[in-house]
């Protein structure tokens, strides 16, 4: 279970460092983050950490993909959390 916790913290501080990096060279004109990566980043667990870095930095924030994909995916993983939970722990 440890490894679980571990994985989770790393995927979402990856995705925070990848949303942040992204608006960092958007800034600078330089070559972006492909959208696909973010939203894999957001898909593989790290959810949390992409939407906070969407509210933090203010980026992707205009996009529908991201404003409501984002946002759907953590709904999405929270409610499998909470089904996993009410099925196999509590």
């Not at 060279?25 to 906070?52: F, N, T």
Request: glycine share 8%.
């Amino acid at each position: 279970m440890d490894f679980f916790w571990n994985y989770l913290a790393a995927v979402n501080v990856v995705g925070f460092v990848l949303y942040g990096y992204d608006k960092f060279l958007a800034k600078a004109h330089q070559r972006r983050i492909p959208e696909r990566i973010l939203l894999l980043a957001a898909a593989a667990g790290g959810s949390p950490g992409c939407w906070l870095a969407m509210v933090l930095f203010r980026h992707k924030t205009r996009k529908p993909k991201f404003k409501f994909g984002v946002p759907a995916i953590l709904l999405l993983q929270l409610a499998l959390a909470g089904a996993y939970w009410y099925y196999f722990v509590r």
